[in-house]
């Protein structure tokens, strides 16, 4: 069965800092995607990133890259030059391709400081 | 997402009263997604439409759920009879039909209370 798990509750990184946010998952599917959602204070999810499990490369949009280590079975968000609007709850989520179901981890709540 | 519009966005009601919840799909969709969000459980998927037709609703938490999508744009979730256990964020989601990668748009939520 899948599953996700998030070990971080809760981070802080200064302002123009990069952090890194912790996802390892399992699954026995050999084809699957990877997703990274934020949820602001204000509520909505927003969709950040996605990597294929047969991608070559990391997937990077914007200042968000994810670090894809398959063997390992991590997809870590690292989330560069930090701003204030960079903090929410970040959600890593997991999808077989044999299977329409996203399953999410628990959550990092992601705190900069000024 | 515009793409997808949920209705209440907040909902305070008392134990015993129905509860309906809207989402309304803009096109392009192929599919809709009913989630949950409590402190306790995260997000949990409720049920699962692919063409209107309801594939998996086994994460509906017991009969007083229901859900129908009538048509391809539009969706309700019902609590009935509801209960202070059932207070939580709910929120819809579908996926684009020219997305490559399969992800989820999701509203903006509804907050439910139920005291």
């Known amino acids: 069965a899948q599953k996700i798990t998030q070990t971080q509750p809760g981070m802080f990184v200064q302002e123009k800092e990069a952090v890194t946010l912790d996802c390892t998952y399992d699954t026995s599917d050999p084809s699957y995607g990877l997703f990274w959602y934020k949820q602001p204070s204000s509520g909505e999810m927003i969709f950040l990133i996605y990597q294929g499990s047969y991608d070559q490369q990391n997937a990077t949009e914007g200042r968000y890259s994810l670090n894809f280590q398959k063997a390992r079975k991590s997809a870590n968000l690292v989330i560069s030059a930090s701003q204030l609007g960079d903090s929410a709850m970040y959600f890593c989520?997991?999808?077989?391709?044999?299977?329409?179901?996203?399953?999410f981890g628990s959550g990092t709540r992601l705190l900069v400081r000024p | 997402d515009a793409g997808v519009i949920q209705s209440p966005r907040h909902e305070v009601t008392e134990m015993g009263q129905e509860v309906t919840l809207r989402c309304k799909l803009i096109?392009?969709?192929?599919?809709l997604f009913w989630y949950r969000q409590t402190m306790m459980r995260g997000l949990e998927l409720l049920i699962y439409?692919?063409?209107?037709?309801?594939?998996?609703d086994s994460g509906m938490p017991e009969d007083r759920f229901s859900a129908k999508m009538p048509n391809a744009s539009f969706s309700t979730l019902k609590i009935q009879p509801s209960e202070p256990r059932d207070s939580a964020v709910y929120f819809c989601?579908?996926?684009?039909?020219?997305?490559?990668?399969?992800?989820?748009?999701f509203g903006e939520g509804s907050r439910l209370t139920v005291l």
């Open positions: 439409f692919n063409n209107n037709v309801p594939i998996d």
């Open positions: 989601a579908t996926q684009f039909r020219d997305t490559n990668t399969g992800e989820l748009f």
């Open positions: 096109s392009g969709h192929n599919s």
């Open positions: 989520a997991m999808r077989e391709d044999s299977s329409y179901k996203l399953i």
